[in-house]
């Protein structure tokens, strides 16, 4: 009978593991969106990195000829925090 119960505790949790687990997983394109550019100028198939993308990640994800990023977290971290 106890080995039935802990069975069953088994079952239920392991079920419940699986249903309350995590979804597919979504890649965020910031540098893509950054720069303008498509996934495939720096992954072969993501996460990937062609030569291209190995090179803008040994730059430090800065490209020498474009503008500099722009936007309130670029500027946080640049100056820091704002103060009121």
């Known amino acids: 009978m106890a080995k039935l119960s802990v069975?069953?505790?088994?079952?239920?949790v392991v079920t419940l593991a699986v249903w309350l687990g995590p979804g597919p997983a979504e890649a965020v394109p910031a540098f893509a969106r950054q720069y303008d550019l498509q996934c495939n100028a720096c992954?072969?198939?993501p996460p990937r990195l062609n030569s291209f993308g190995e090179q803008f990640h040994l730059m430090g994800?800065?490209?020498p000829s474009a503008p500099a990023p722009t936007?309130?977290?670029v500027r946080?971290?640049?100056?820091?925090p704002s103060r009121p």
């Open 76 to 80: 946080s971290r640049r100056t820091g």
């Open 43 to 45: 992954h072969t198939r």
């Open 71 to 73: 936007g309130s977290s």
């Open 7 to 12: 069975f069953i505790v088994v079952v239920v």
């Open 61 to 63: 994800f800065q490209m």
